[in-house]
């Protein structure tokens, strides 16, 4: 007896769905999702976002916004005046990021910690750091300029025409970021040296 045809196209699909019973309709396996919390130890502002982000197909990601929150703490100036953080400084960033790692909890997200350009430059950075990773529980990173510069590139580039060269540029607290883009691929990044704060501080 010759076996009947293997179905194709949606028929296909539909027959490597598991039977549903009568009445009910079949639903597609779940995509895989994860919620992430980055803390963002800025030179001017320390920041939260908390986002869930869902596995499509083709390797793309579905990024949505949870939870965002920051506060000015204006480290950067701390820094460029003192050349460390000083005690109300560090007392302001820790009750910042005790309430920032509480709402990360709350939403029972994967906890990401970074600092940048004030905490690369401070003279007890290291310190910071280490504090930093008692409250929150996991091992912050410190981002050089480049990486800062390329991470810009990143969140940005759907947003970039696919052709053409552009200019991106990121002026923060005590730096400035640069990457040079070509459509949607980076061709050099850079890191200098001076930003809002540090301005500000020199006035």
């Keep these: 007896m010759t076996p009947p045809p293997r179905p194709a196209g949606k028929t296909a699909r539909a027959a490597r ?22 803390l963002d130890v800025g030179s001017d502002t320390v920041h939260l976002l908390v986002a869930e982000v869902t596995h499509e ?14 506060v000015l703490l204006e480290l950067g100036r701390e820094v460029a005046t003192r050349g460390r953080f000083g005690r109300e400084a560090l007392r302001a960033l820790e009750g910042s990021v005790r309430d920032f790692v509480r709402v990360a909890r709350q939403y029972e997200a994967r906890l990401i910690v970074a600092a940048t350009e004030a905490t690369r430059e401070a003279s007890n950075g290291p310190a910071v750091m280490t504090r930093l990773e008692q409250l929150a529980g ?11 510069a390329q991470l ?23 730096s400035t970021e640069l990457s040079l883009v070509a459509g949607h ?3 050099v990044s850079a890191s200098l ?3 809002a704060a540090l301005l500000a ?3």
């Design 17 to 38: 769905t598991a039977a549903a019973p009568p009445g009910v309709r079949a639903v597609a396996p779940a995509r895989p999702v994860e919620r992430w919390a980055a």
């Design 57 to 70: 197909p083709f390797g793309r990601l579905a990024v949505r916004q949870l939870a965002h929150r920051s």
């Design 138 to 148: 996991t091992p912050p990173r410190i981002l050089s300029g480049v990486r800062e």
């Design 152 to 174: 810009g590139f990143v969140a940005t580039r759907a947003a970039l025409p696919p052709s053409g060269l552009h200019l991106l540029v990121d002026s923060g607290g005590a």
């Design 185 to 187: 691929r980076l061709r």
């Design 193 to 195: 040296p001076v930003g």
């Design 201 to 203: 501080a020199s006035i």
